[in-house]
């Protein structure tokens, strides 16, 4: 068990909880057993990639909350991308060449904001 997959388990807890939902009928809800429930949510276990959306629905995750927990449940897993960007990034040629020459020109925090703000601008146009 690493820390990261206490962390995913931890956030889904704690949103579990002040929804008032049971670790049983959330279960039910994503159709898995409690057992396993509980796994995920004690970092016992990897969050199940194919259930994050039911996960969101269920949690009335907003988008940020949303991405947060596809990001916690990435860093569960080694050398493992959130799982709503590997179809896009594999589709535009550009976002890999982007990652890739920030990646070996080790683009900083500062760097990454400037490249948030461009697009955010380009978005508003």
Do not use: C
Not at 11 to 30: D, P, S, V, Y
Not at 99 to 120: H, P, T, Y
Request: zero cysteines; aromatic letters at 6%.
């Amino acid at each position: 068990m690493n820390e990261n997959e206490m962390a995913f388990g931890k956030f889904i807890e704690e949103r579990r909880k002040a929804l008032g939902l049971t670790l049983r009928g959330f279960a039910a809800e994503l159709d898995i057993a409690p057992a396993y429930m509980s796994d995920i949510e004690k970092g016992r276990r990897y969050p199940p990639d194919k259930k994050l959306d039911d996960i969101a629905q269920i949690l009335k995750l907003n988008e940020t909350e949303k991405n947060s927990m596809l990001d916690l449940a990435a860093m569960a897993k080694t050398k493992t991308v959130s799982s709503d960007l590997p179809e896009y990034i594999m589709e535009k040629d550009l976002a890999r060449v982007a990652l890739r020459r920030a990646r070996d020109g080790k683009l900083s925090d500062e760097g990454w904001q400037e490249v948030i703000n461009l697009i955010d601008k380009k978005i508003g146009e």
